[in-house]
């Protein structure tokens, strides 16, 4: 399939999820914990965690913690990493090759980087998308975007600072893709000690979905990481990709 042709194919999906999220919802609450957003995955009866770590974008945002990566390689712990667009262009040839790597598996990150609303609701001090048709675009264009770069379309999204309203939840539903919510903030946006992140990851639940940053190398994740994996390895703990 060609570019245009793929870009094509997600404005039509897109414009068909604007549909069903206008006939079936308004706009109602507003957060990131709401029907439709997966919080914890499937544990099999043994410790299980599903870490995933967003590289949000922009300005200041395109940074890479290249210590928290040697961390994940060197421990061989799989890990969902949701790339937003603007963070792909300004890393392409490191996104082909975590791509390419099967210890990670990526998800959609936006294109903008904002919350997901129909009525421009806020965040963090971050606008978020104004209409129906806007939030769709916000998952739409870099749907298309990264299944050009690579090859494939990611399955779960993740808008940026993790907030939805109804309508926007339905959209992405709509659009065949799941929401990854978080059940452990394991880094509060890289503002985190490395202590604190270290003790998050080692104190959460199993099945937890857990939401860190591989954008922010001067943050304390990396050195969290490097303090709580060895444990959470040894402990027999299972880490595992988002699936469908």
């Known amino acids: ?8 194919a997600a404005a039509g999906i897109a414009m068909s999820a604007v549909t069903g999220a ?21 544990t099999g009866g043994r ?3 599903a870490l995933t770590f967003d590289a949000c974008g922009g300005p200041r945002g ?26 792909i262009a300004a890393n ?10 099967p210890l990670f598996a990526l998800g959609n990150h936006g294109t903008r980087h904002v919350p997901l609303s129909v009525s421009g609701r806020s965040a963090y001090g971050i606008a978020g998308t104004r209409s129906p048709s806007d939030a ?7 749907q298309a975007f990264m299944t050009t770069e690579f090859g494939r379309s990611p399955g779960w999204f993740r808008t940026g600072t993790a907030h939805y309203d ?14 990854a919510g978080y059940a452990v903030n394991g880094d509060a946006g890289a503002t985190l000690e490395p202590r604190q ?18 954008n922010k190398p001067d943050g304390g994740t990396a050195e969290g990481f490097r303090a709580a994996l060895p444990i959470l390895v040894r402990s027999g703990t299972e880490f595992v990709h988002l699936s469908r």
């Open 22 to 42: 206008r006939a079936t919802a308004s706009p109602g609450a507003f957060g990131t914990d709401l029907p439709g957003i997966v919080q914890t995955v499937p």
């Open 166 to 179: 109804g309508p926007a939840v339905a959209i992405v539903g709509g659009m065949g893709l799941w929401i």
């Open 1 to 8: 399939m060609t570019r245009r042709a793929v870009f094509t």
């Open 92 to 101: 392409l040839e490191l996104a082909h090759t975590l791509a390419a790597d």
């Open 47 to 49: 410790p299980t965690l």
């Open 197 to 214: 992140v270290a003790q998050q990851l080692l104190t959460a639940p199993s099945g937890a979905i857990v939401l860190c940053h591989m």
């Open 62 to 87: 395109n940074d890479v913690d290249v210590e928290l990566l040697d961390v994940l390689l060197r421990y061989q712990v799989p890990a969902t990493l949701f790339l937003n667009r603007r963070w």
């Open 136 to 142: 769709a675009r916000e998952v739409a264009d870099n």
